[in-house]
Structures are given as structure tokens and as C-alpha cells.
């Protein structure tokens, strides 16, 4: 057991000094000083609720399912070459496309000055709809609306 440690540990210090002497001759920086922002929202709160709350599907979903999408943000902000990277089924793979497709940036990536394109991907989420979760939301709506009209009197 120390025989196989200690020549892994060995095998793993000859590749990271082959890897130090590579670095003198190749070495590409490809840091970013900020992503894309959408709606000047840095915590991506306002892009999930967006896609939440464009998405278009029929009610005869029984399982949660979420498409990945990922697309090419260019150096103004808009979105381009829209590919599904993980897919559920056609439909809600149409689905996911037309609404990332919807999306464009506020501000694009920054690279220290100077905007860049960068591929970004985003979870399109597809969420059962049962009479249930319509229900208490009706329910909660009524009783805020309840509660504001007694604050009112």
C-alpha cells in the first residue's frame, strides 16, 4: 500500500514539473473581470425569474425536467448560436430555445477594459403544474389581499 502511494505520489510530481518546464513556451490567460449582467442584476435573480416566467408548456407534466442551453454572448450583449448541451424531450427543448433566444444582456463580458464573447448556459427549468400548487396559490393570493383590505379599514 505505501509502494502504490509513493509512486503516485512520484508520478504526480513528474507531471507537474513536465508541466512547469511546458509552461515557459505556451501560456494563455483567459481571465474575465466580469460575466454578462442581465437587467443591470448581478445575482442572476432577474434572468431565472425571466425564463420562469416566459416559458409556454402544456400542464401534463408530472416530473420536474430542466434543459440546459447554452449560447454565445457577444460583445454587445445579444445571443447568438443557441444549442441544447442536455435535452428533455423535443418539445420542451423548442421551448427552452425560444426563450433563451429571448434573452440579451445589459452589459457583455469584460475582460479588464475591453467587452469579449463568451458562451454562457443557463437552466431552463420545467416544472409540473398540478391543480394543488394552483390552489395555494390562489389561496395565499386571497389571503394577502384579505389582510391589505383590513389594514385599509
Not at 57 to 62: A, G, I, P, R, S
Not at 72 to 89: A, F, L, M, P, Q
Not at 106 to 114: E, F, I, N
Request: with cysteine; aromatic share 10%; net charge positive.
Amino acid at each position: 500500500m505505501v509502494k502504490i502511494t509513493l509512486n503516485i505520489f512520484l508520478l504526480f510530481c513528474c507531471l507537474t514539473i513536465t508541466k512547469a518546464q511546458n509552461r515557459d513556451t505556451i501560456e494563455i490567460v483567459n481571465a474575465l473581470s466580469s460575466w454578462p449582467i442581465f437587467q443591470n442584476d448581478k445575482t442572476y435573480q432577474k434572468l431565472s425569474d425571466f425564463v420562469k416566467g416566459n416559458l409556454r408548456y402544456d400542464d401534463t407534466l408530472t416530473e420536474m425536467r430542466i434543459v440546459y442551453v447554452t449560447f454565445k454572448v457577444d460583445t454587445v450583449g445579444n445571443t447568438h448560436d443557441h444549442k441544447i448541451v442536455r435535452g428533455s424531450s423535443p418539445s420542451l427543448d423548442e421551448e427552452a430555445l425560444r426563450v433563451c433566444r429571448l434573452i440579451t444582456f445589459t452589459q457583455p463580458a469584460m475582460q479588464g477594459d475591453k467587452p469579449v464573447s463568451v458562451w454562457y448556459q443557463v437552466p431552463v427549468p420545467f416544472e409540473p403544474r398540478t391543480k394543488h400548487n394552483i390552489k395555494t396559490k390562489k389561496c395565499i393570493f386571497r389571503h394577502h389581499s384579505q389582510n391589505e383590505s383590513k389594514q385599509e379599514n
